[in-house]
């Protein structure tokens, strides 16, 4: 079992940044790929950015150019950077975990974090 719990969201005007964070309590963990998803009022869960155990990442295409996600393995935490926020991001922001590849469908993924809001005003 892995318990993830998620903080660093809040109200950052547009074009600020923020940093998530997302503390996993499990061992074995850095074994797991790691991954952040975001889902608006009214609309879907969608992939926002994974990372493998080895480090390797991947990001949606609306992202991919202000976000960045790590991880420290000795801390069992991923991070995710998120820079030139806009209005469209604003969202509740949850980590997953999965053994195994990482995978972009929310399917896939076992373990959930509560999650953290994150609202971008314009």
């Known amino acids: 079992q892995v318990q993830l719990v998620e903080s660093g969201g809040g109200l950052v005007q547009a074009g600020g940044s923020l940093r998530l964070s997302c503390a996993a309590s499990a061992q074995h963990s850095d074994t797991y790929a790691m991954a952040w998803f975001r889902q608006a009022p009214g609309k879907e869960r969608e992939f926002v950015a994974g990372?493998?155990?080895?480090?390797?990442?991947y990001y949606a295409d609306s992202v991919k150019e202000w976000f960045t996600i790590s991880r420290d393995n000795a801390k069992n935490t991923v991070f995710l950077r998120m820079n030139s926020l806009k209005p469209e991001d604003t969202a509740v922001y949850y980590c997953?975990?999965?053994?195994?590849?990482?995978?972009?469908?929310?399917?896939?993924?076992?373990?959930w974090g509560q999650g953290t809001q994150v609202t971008v005003s314009s």
């Open positions: 997953a975990a999965k053994s195994g590849n990482l995978q972009v469908g929310a399917r896939e993924y076992h373990y």
């Open positions: 990372i493998s155990w080895s480090g390797n990442t």
